[in-house]
Every structure is written in structure tokens, then in C-alpha cells.
């Protein structure tokens, strides 16, 4: 099958969503698929969807995607070749002024897979950092943003858990955009790695991302945002808005009641700019959590810039997603520039300063304390904490609930 056709700007405004279908006979043993366009600015998203559903989301990433019923293009699914009708979803992310011309091909048969295979040696890991924390719990170094070769990021799931451990992270969240690819390769990538490993995706539009954590079902970028809530809570996950005031990928869309965490620190911040930190407190005040949105080298931060340390109720090394989401849902959690940088977290009754000699604690209701040993507790109160140096430069995030 063979499809042209030019998309103009009103196309885009009748709908962002573009559907070219095509019929697939009983007994084919795959299908291979092409886009290319000739925009000089032009962004087209590309999808894949079968008779009942989701195939597969690679964005303007790829203009080669294949798949059967073992094996698929990363950011696709494997499964089934459903006789029916499939379809095509070109995004009409940005449209040049005088219209894109989008060529699709679509190949019916056996496949030809190229080889996204890495070599790379299971990771050395320092040693463990290990924060103060309560009777029976610990605290564990996460990254809750990145992405691999099955969105846009440039290293395979192997790579990315490897680097994230020899940086000194315990927990990392895979969110490739709009695709649940990559979640049932996760059990294997963590104990290669020696990482526990959280299944997310990236809910990706024009109007603003967010995080849907700890399920593996799909959720559907194309609709509104409380349908993204919605289908996040039904499956026992959580819900969190990306990088808010990240231009051009913040924040436009309605925020529902029941999202339950902002992306506060974000690797993009100005850490002398305080607009993150007015934004959280007009907005809802959600569970603050940090993200690098590491893709590649020298893109974005590296997997644990920033850290969020998250209180878990174990000694072990290993926990259960589950025990990770409990601990977010409850706001057991603080930010730190890296995995080595200064952390404000709750201790029982008070808040603990780690780290943090020589810069200076501002508590919720205001009050600044200069921080004066490595170690130091102060009285805790309920809301966020932040740790400056005298150049009014964030170091850390602390929250009580």
C-alpha cells in the first residue's frame, strides 16, 4: 500500500490526529512500515494501530517501523498480525506554512529486523549512600524521567539501567513517549543491571506531558486528562505532570483534581529562578518529584540529575514497585541537585539536613537557618524546603505532607 498527501495548517487545526488505513489479509507473517515527508520544519508523529487497538508509537523518531508476532521495533509491539483493517496515526505536530507532503508505504509480509542489540558489561556500582532514615525504612536515590532507544533516547534499555546504577541510583523510572514497549523487557534489563526498575511512559502532546507510572497498559495520549487520570488510577498507578513551565512542552492542558505529583525539579531549571517552586504552590501543591529527561549525552541531564530520594518502608536492596508507589503516594520523598549533592528530608518529628555545611535551609513559614555541620536537624513543619548558597542557587528540595 502506497499513500500521499499534502497537510496543510488547517488539516492540523481540524484534528492534530491523521488516520491512513490498510487492510491486512488473514496469515500475514508481519508488516513493515515507511514514512517520509518533505517539511523544512514540518513534525509528524508516527503511530500504529491494529483491528482492536494500540500497536506502537515511535514519534518523529522513525520512518522505518517492523513487526510480527515475536519481534517489533522498539517503541512497538510484537504480537499478533490481526487480519482488518490497521492504521496509520500521523501526529501533525508542526506543519510548515505552505503544507508537508507525507508519503506512507506499508509492506505486508516477512519482516527484515534491523539490529538494535548492545554490548555493554553489567555495571560496576560504588557504594551505597545511605541517609538516615526511620526504624525499618531507607531511603533510595531515584530517577523518575528518562528514555531509551523505544522513544527517542539514544541508548537500549541495557545501557540506560547500566548507567543509571554506576551514577549511584537505586530506582529508575523508564518512560519512553506514549509507548508500553519497553515495560516487558524490564525484569530482565533490572537484574542485568542490578537497578530496580519502574514501568512509566511519557503521556506526550503539544500541550503539555505527563508520567504515568507503575502499570502496563497504554495510556491514550489522544484523549483529555482526566481520561489519562482515570485509566493511571484504574490500573493502581500515579499520575504526574512533566516539567510544567519547560517551554515549548509545558504545561497548557486542565489539571484535574487527583493528579498526585509535579515534576518540580526538572533537569531544564534555572536553579536561581524560583518561578518552579511559585508554579507548585498555585497549582495544587502535588508530591514534588524530580526528573533528568535523559536521552543522550550531552541532551538534557544525566540519569540522576536531579535525585529523588524516596523513603521505603525496607532494609533490603530490592523493593516492589508497589512499595515504591506507596511510598510517592505518601510524600516520602526529597530532591537533590545529584546523588551525591546535599538532601533536606523528613527524620521522625524533624527535618534533616545532609551534607549541606555552609548553605542555607528555608523552612515552609520562611524562617532561614544556616546549615553549620554535615549533619544537622532542625524542627519540621508540613510543606517544601529548600537549601540555597549564598549565590541564591537551589541545592535541594526537602516536603513534609
Known sequence: MQFS????????????????????????????????HNGLISVIDL?????????????????HVVLNESDATPGYLSGPIRAGTWFVSLGLHRVDEAGVTVEVEVEIGKPIFPDYSSKVAPPVRGPRRN??????????????????????????????????????????????????SHHRFLPEVSKFAGINLIAGQEVTTDSGHANSFGHGEWVDYREATERWLRDTKKQGGLLSINHPLSAPCHWRRDTPDGIDMT????????????????????????IPIGGSDFHRFTSDGLPG???????????????????????LSQGRVAISADPKSAVVFAL??????????????ITPSGRRELITKDFMTVSGESGLYSLKDSNGVYHAIGYRS
Open 263 to 286: 515534576e518540580l525539579w526538572h533537569s531544564s531549571w534555572d536553579r536561581k529562578s524560583d518561578d518552579p517552586l511559585k508554579w507548585w504552590s498555585e497549582n495544587g501543591s502535588k
Open 47 to 63: 503511530g500504529l494501530f491494529d483491528p482492536i487497538g494500540f500497536r506502537g508509537f515511535s514519534g518523529s523518531e522513525r520512518e
Open 348 to 361: 521522625e518529628d524533624e527535618m534533616a539536613v545532609d551534607g549541606g555545611a555552609g548553605l542555607t535551609l
Open 131 to 180: 541517609l538516615k532514615a526511620r526504624a525499618g525504612y531507607r531511603w533510595f536515590p531515584a530517577d523518575f524521567h528518562t528514555h531509551s532507544v523505544h522513544s527517542d533516547g539514544d541508548l537500549t534499555l541495557n545501557e540506560l539501567a547500566a548507567l543509571a546504577a554506576t551514577r549511584g541510583l537505586e530506582l529508575l523510572a523508564i518512560t519512553d513517549h506514549n509507548t508500553v
Open 305 to 327: 540529575e536531579p535525585t529523588t530520594w524516596v523513603e521505603i518502608d525496607t532494609e533490603d536492596n530490592e523493593v516492589t514497585q508497589d512499595q515504591v508507589l506507596l511510598a
Open 5 to 36: 498527501k499534502v497537510y496543510t495548517y488547517r488539516d492540523r487545526e481540524e484534528s492534530i490526529y491523521q488516520y491512513v488505513p490498510f487492510d491486512v489479509p488473514a496469515g500475514a507473517e508481519g508488516i513493515t512500515l515507511r514514512m517520509r
